[in-house]
């Protein structure tokens, strides 16, 4: 392969042009007269001259250097690498659909409007909610938006003391850190031996200050909450409410709701168990679902059906407000509900329970060759640790590298925090046993060079267009962008 | 298993369950309590095909006027731009639109090198030190600005021209709502002003809003009617006050007016949805953040960053992850996690082929076009003119009929009609915000002014 580290702006030749516009057919407007001093720019912006086709191989190669799911195995814990329909994008990139302006009237915009209504109640039914907003961008800004909703119910309760959101030290980061942007205080709570939220640890900071409860479940070991009814019961008596992380929720569709233990609000993330793409780190979609008695919080607008039309409703006078531009992100929306029409009921409990079969496949051929600090049955996922392997000197980082020399994308590492040299693995209901096997053979091959030839695991990976990367250079002495 | 998605067999699922050591699929969920289970199926529609899906879908897309086949003259924050082939080919590419976040940056060098890029085209537009690799959209982006210029500053009120977008005021708002931090709105100067500002802030009031606890003034420039403000002088009036200036910009705009970086501003956003990415009714779109250097290690999201390989080889990894929730968890700048990294990789294709005579002649175009119509509007005597300052892309007029009446019946004949400002300017009732892309000829224009004038005569009748 040609090596050309070169960006696009180092191919920029002065007068190429990429782009074929109409000519201008009106008259011209006199700039320097209109807009008078100051207003126009002084020098040009370095934006590349390039031509369509160094614009294709340019970002071409760049694919090549890049890993998705379509290229392999990507069982990169806690983000449900699953395959992501080629229907869907179809039906998302109509222009039916793309072509769509969000201002413009409701009544020439009802195909949306049914999709984004029948959404809210089939994610309603899985998550045993009784309304559902699509509004916010992705999970994260779904925590966000549950909280501000959790605010908004105690003080219409003029209830101001509770200041405190409680997360377990096991919660993805964006629990603390989304709780902390909505003005709560954050407490963590310590895991039990069995990884799971420790009851005695909660009894004690439970009181009329606590403002609500985040929980993932299963959690981020993989494992199920098994005492989630009396944690939310526990909570509901101080007076709490209590906030789902449905990161994790591939693991239950169709088999358990949050609702139904005892959640108060729910968020999915799209980007996950619905199957939309990444995009190499985005755009999601993280709806939330709630229950009855925090619907008139929801942000607005809520989509309502009247009269055989579909119309937005502003009029929600205790609603948080808008958390995001317009209705949330349509289009990643639009590819989740295509997703749930295809598989229905029984494919998407068929999906969790591959999913979670999957996951103990792996775990139950890799326990003899690595330690499981917490070795039971498992749900989607489970986390392992390396620390036997580090003995030797090679840690969960070097078996990440070897395995992208392999042809894997890794699982996620040291995620999450109480687990040293963590390694933790979502194969998805989406991979064959066959590239289980496969990936199980590999880690046991690892697993036995970690004992006889450690040394050889510390110079991964050798393979990839680039070897391991300085990051402290990177933090140290940011360059972040060119310059001519 | 019966769906495609779930490629193991009936007898690969015995064998496994085996090797699992449990007899049942039940068993595997024998920790969840019984009295959890579900012991329905979830009460939704039975699967379809693929080929039913796709049917069904036709006929949702027959209920939706699609700017493909009506004229778009509706701007107001989302633009029907011009998106070249290329781009898609590049964005559906499965490397990019399957991959996770760029977490093992060795097999993720082109979303990072992209990134980097996007990085690039954005501060060279915004005239600014660095940019983050993008936020949902301009509102949230906005929102981030101004809780960073609030910690910043240590002081507790934005003052926020009400010239900016409605939408980025509302999310604003909400995102603001527990945070300790007021928002104050400075008026427009409306009426019909000679002096060619009319429509712009009113700076008058805004100097008398500041004060020793003001961290931030918002300004939008080309604002909310189009109209282009002084960011220079208001930026002059924040940095005398230590305060911070954000200016919200549109992209395109940018490839011919003067740079926010250069007019003093110190944090730039908004939406980059313009640069190649569909309008999708109104998600995803992409929300663009740059700075100056002072702000750097504070930004929001996540931030590509070029670095050097074992080998000395250039390469790029995410950076400055100390400041991120996954380290910081409570103490982070943001609660961000994922950008909008393939509506970034979009802009930068986009860019990339328009290069900067490209650009420049979009946004020529979009000023021609919008003065075109503009004018052509004022000459039917059916529309009157409501602010007198230079515009870029969009304007406001006040037609004879009612803005919703207008647009019902425009829609009628295929024209998707501009915004109506009296939903969220009660003085600017009658008011029309319309917008004029590069995309729209002399005869469309020609058609929508025709037609604006005979409905408001009175000569249509749905």
């Known amino acids: 392969m040609i090596r050309d580290e070169r960006l696009i702006f180092e191919k920029s030749v002065a007068g190429r042009i990429g782009f074929s516009l109409p000519e201008n057919d009106v008259p011209e407007v006199d700039l320097a007269k209109t807009f008078g001093e100051g207003v126009l720019r002084d020098s040009e912006p370095e934006i590349p001259e390039v031509s369509e086709v160094d614009v294709i191989r340019h970002y ?9 799911v379509d290229s392999g195995f990507y069982p990169l814990g806690s983000c449900t690498m699953k395959y992501n329909p080629k229907i869907n994008e179809d039906i998302a990139a109509m222009d039916g659909f793309s072509r769509m302006h969000p201002l413009q009237n409701p009544l020439s915009a009802q195909g949306s409007l049914e999709i984004l209504y029948r959404m809210d109640k089939l ?27 959790i605010k908004a119910y105690h003080i219409s309760r003029n209830d101001e003391k509770r200041v405190k959101i409680i997360v377990p030290d096991s919660s993805h980061g964006t629990n603390p850190a989304s709780a902390a942007l909505a003005g709560f205080e954050v407490v963590h709570i310590p895991s039990d031996e069995k990884g799971c939220v420790d009851i005695a640890s909660l009894e004690t900071i439970l009181d009329d200050t606590v403002a609500g409860l985040m929980l993932t479940n299963p959690n981020t070991l993989g494992l199920f909450e098994e005492d989630i009814l009396k944690i939310s ?53 993280g709806p939330i679902g709630v229950v009855k008695e925090l619907v008139p919080f929801l942000p607005v607008p809520i989509i309502e059906k009247r009269d055989d039309y579909y119309v937005f409703d502003y009029d929600k006078p205790l609603s948080i407000g808008k958390v995001k531009s317009f209705y949330g992100n349509f289009s990643v929306v639009l590819k989740a509900f295509c997703y749930i029409m295809m598989m229905g009921s029984e494919g998407l409990k068929s999906a969790s329970q591959a999913a979670v079969l999957n996951a103990n496949y792996i775990r139950k051929k890799l326990e003899d060759v690595y330690d499981i600090p917490y070795n039971r049955i498992c749900m989607h996922e489970f986390v392992l640790s390396a620390q036997r392997q580090a003995k030797n000197g090679v840690t969960a980082l070097d078996i990440a590298k070897n395995l992208l020399d392999e042809g894997y994308h890794p699982p996620t590492i040291y995620f999450p925090l109480i687990v040293h040299e963590a390694l ?61 | ?63 939706n006027f699609d700017s493909s086949w009506n004229l778009c003259f509706l701007g107001a924050g989302i633009y029907d731009h011009f998106i070249p082939s290329a781009v898609k080919h590049i964005t559906s590419r499965q490397e990019f639109y399957t991959a996770y976040t760029p977490y093992q940056p060795e097999i993720s060098q082109g979303i990072l090198q992209s990134i980097f890029e996007y990085q690039t085209m954005i501060s060279e ?13 301009g509102a949230t982006a906005l929102y981030e600005a101004a809780l960073l210029a609030a910690r910043y500053t240590d002081r507790k009120e934005v003052l926020v021209a009400r010239s900016v977008n409605p939408e980025y005021r509302k999310v604003l708002y909400s995102g603001l709502k527990y945070s300790g931090i007021t928002i104050k709105e400075i008026e427009f100067l409306n009426g019909t002003a000679q002096d060619k500002k009319s429509g712009t802030l009113d700076s008058g009031l805004l100097q008398a809003a500041i004060n020793e606890n003001t961290a931030a003034i918002v300004v939008q420039s080309p604002n909310f009617f189009g109209i282009i403000e002084d960011i220079k002088t208001i930026s002059q009036k924040a940095k005398a006050a230590d305060a911070l200036l954000i200016a919200v910009c549109d992209p395109i705009s940018l490839g011919i007016l003067e740079s926010p970086g250069a007019l003093g501003a110190d944090i730039a956003v908004g939406e980059a ?39 000395g080889r250039r390469g790029f990894v995410l950076t400055l992850q100390a400041r991120e929730q996954h380290i910081r968890r409570e103490k982070a700048t943001s609660n961000i996690c994922t950008n909008q990294a393939l509506c970034a990789l979009t802009a930068t294709v986009y860019l990339s082929l328009m290069g900067k005579k490209g650009l420049k002649e979009v946004a020529r175009q979009c000023i021609n076009k919008s003065d075109y119509a503009y004018k052509a509007l004022l000459e039917t005597g059916q529309a009157d003119g409501v602010f007198d300052a230079p515009f870029f892309r969009e304007f406001v007029v006040k037609p004879k009929i009612s803005p919703e009446r207008l ?40 058609l929508f002014v025709r037609k604006v004038s005979k409905i408001c005569q009175g000569g249509i009748f749905i």
């Open chain 2, 407 to 446: 647009n019902n019946e425009l829609l009628s004949e295929s024209i998707i009609g501009g915004y109506d400002l009296s939903k969220d300017y009660p003085e600017l009732e009658g008011c029309w915000l319309v917008a004029v892309t590069e995309k729209r000829t002399r005869t469309e224009i020609d």
């Open chain 1, 424 to 484: 933790m693995i979502e194969p998805t209901e989406t991979e064959s046993p066959e590239t289980l096997d496969a990936f199980i053979n590999t880690m046991r091959r690892l697993a036995g060079q970690a004992e006889t030839d450690p040394e050889k695991l510390k110079n991964a990976p050798k393979t990839t267009y680039v070897s391991r990367l300085d990051e402290v250079k990177a933090a140290r002495t940011p360059v972040l962008r060119w310059r001519p």
């Open chain 2, 273 to 311: 949805q313009p640069l190649g990415n569909p309008m999708n009714f109104g998600g995803p779109l992409l929300g663009y953040f740059a700075v100056k250097s002072p702000y750097i290690r504070r930004m929001p999201g996540r931030i590509a960053g070029q670095t050097t390989d074992s080998e």
């Open chain 1, 123 to 149: 994610l309603s039914e899985i998550l045993g909610m009784e309304r559902v907003t699509l509004q916010p961008a992705a999970g994260a800004q779904g925590e966000m938006t549950g909280l501000m909703i």
């Open chain 1, 233 to 285: 019961e526990m909570v509901h008596k101080c007076g709490g409410l209590l906030y789902y992380d449905g990161a994790n929720m591939n693991a239950i569709m169709g088999i358990a709701r949050p609702g139904d233990m005892g959640f108060d609000i729910a968020h999915v993330n799209l980007n996950k168990t619905f199957s939309t793409p990444h995009g190499g780190g985005g755009p999601g979609s």
């Open chain 2, 1 to 63: 298993m019966k769906s495609s998605y779930i490629p193991m067999t009936r007898e690969q699922q015995e064998a496994m369950l085996a090797a699992v050591g449990v007899n049942s699929m039940e068993e595997l969920f024998s920790a969840i309590p019984e009295e959890l289970k579900l012991k329905k199926d979830l009460n939704i529609p039975d699967p379809l095909s693929e080929h039913e899906l796709n049917k069904q879908m036709l006929t949702l897309v027959e209920q």
């Open chain 2, 125 to 137: 537009l915004t005239g600014m030190d660095a940019a983050n690799a993008s936020l949902y959209d």
């Open chain 1, 60 to 68: 071409t190669n760049l694919s090549k250097r890049n890993y998705g």
